[in-house]
């Protein structure tokens, strides 16, 4: 075995003495894992209009949109998002994680300041590195710690040569918890910075006919104050592709300069189509958003009542904390023998082992308390000196 093979040998024994050895899994059980909030990646309406189309298109795109990649239903698909969330134009590109990366990538430079939530998401955080920009981490939700983060930078440069960049999420998707934006528009009113939100885990379930945390939150005419909002299919659409709203010389501007949508296969055109039909049926599924608010209530009750910990949640998204990556998976594991799929998350995608029960508008108040009542039998029987490598 030569040299690299030896070091890719021992960083793997290194992964698996640390119980953090990842394996790819193939789903099976009850969904509390997935991001299919609203159910649309099995919603018959879906799968029927799915199969009027299949006639109609390619099977891939061919090229990169800039080149013969582009589909008129990208267009449509476009414009009616931007409509939908009173946005001047959109961006559709093949991913959320793409559209973070390259968004970042596109608006910051070395010369620039960006600053991040602590807990922001990786395509966020792999933006930044790859931009060269000064990162400056700030406390998760602690925006007394991004004002004085502000303050230093306008010591350091008192004219404001250098960008100001703020990016956030508005939902946590490890922590599901939320920014206080009233806070930080009154922020970007006074220091003037570049604000960027991914409303990836937020879009579909809350605010007005889903539109995310913002609309939950703000008036509109402070929502226009956000500079470039990031959102995905991945999640409430059940499809895959992510969109980037902002002004029309924004767009302009990215189409033009960011890289990985110049240089990638442009999405499948069949995903604008149904992304377009998927947009209708998420604007009147207020009934599903009132079950899936009603079903993570009962769920975050039942845990605090049985003495789990759990995050500050205020979502649908409901980590609870555990003491060790073994005893994460031990849960994890006993879970889906017992026909529940929940998952595992362990260093470094989080700061502290957990299992992260995302919940979706399909399940029922039996099957949460089916979980609940799973979940307090595996306590009793986890035993740490018996649960060494157990694998997920």
């Known amino acids: 075995m030569n040299r690299h093979w030896e070091e890719i040998q021992k960083k793997l024994e290194s992964i ?11 789903y099976q059980g009850i969904d509390f894992c997935s991001n299919d909030y609203l159910g649309l990646a099995t919603n018959p ?4 209009y799915y199969r009027s189309l299949t006639d109609l298109y390619p099977f891939g795109s061919t090229a990169s949109r800039l080149v013969r990649g582009n589909y008129d239903s990208m267009d449509l698909f476009e414009r009616k998002f931007a409509s939908f969330v009173e946005g001047e134009a959109a961006l559709l590109v093949s991913n959320g994680f793409v559209a973070n990366f390259g968004l970042i990538d596109s608006i910051a430079a070395p010369d620039c300041y960006v600053f991040t939530d602590r807990l922001n998401h990786a395509s966020i955080l792999d933006g930044i590195r790859i931009s060269g920009a000064k990162k400056k981490y700030y406390n998760h939700l ?78 509109k005419e402070d929502i226009l104050l956000v500079d ?56 009147s599924m207020d009934s599903e958003r009132k079950n899936l608010q009603e079903l993570a209530s009962e769920l975050k009750e039942s845990l605090r009542s049985f003495g789990f910990s759990i ?77 060494n490598n157990i694998h997920l």
């Not at 592709?241 to 300069?257: F, S």
């Open 228 to 283: 470039y909002r990031v959102y995905t299919l991945g999640k409430s659409f059940g499809l895959e592709g992510g969109i980037i709203v902002t002004k029309q010389l924004g767009r302009d501007h990215l189409v033009n300069v960011m890289r990985p949508f110049i240089f990638s296969t442009a999405p499948l055109p069949i995903i604008s189509q149904l992304a377009t039909f998927a947009l209708d049926l998420l604007c």
């Open 45 to 48: 309406r879906m799968l029927e």
């Open 142 to 219: 602690d925006l007394e710690h991004l004002q004085t983060l502000l303050d230093k930078t306008n010591a350091e440069d008192p004219n404001q040569k250098q960008k100001r960049i703020v990016v956030t999420e508005s939902l946590f998707s490890m922590d599901g918890d939320s920014p206080d934006f009233k806070k930080l528009l009154t922020l970007k009113k006074q220091y003037g910075f570049v604000l960027v939100v991914d409303e990836a885990h937020a879009l579909g379930v809350y605010g007005e006919e889903g539109k995310g945390v913002l609309f939950r939150d703000l008036p």
């Open 311 to 387: 995050t500050n949640t205020a979502s649908h998204i409901i980590p609870l904390l555990l003491s060790s990556e073994a005893e994460a998976m031990f849960y994890a594991k006993s879970l889906q023998e017992m026909g529940l799929d929940v998952r595992a998350i362990r260093p470094p995608t989080v700061p502290s082992p957990r299992l992260r029960i995302s919940l979706n508008a399909k399940l029922s108040k039996k099957e949460i308390q089916r979980l609940v009542s799973a979940l307090v039998q595996i306590r009793k029987d986890w035993d740490p000196v018996s649960a």
């Open 16 to 26: 698996k003495g640390k119980q953090l050895f990842r394996e790819t899994k193939t």
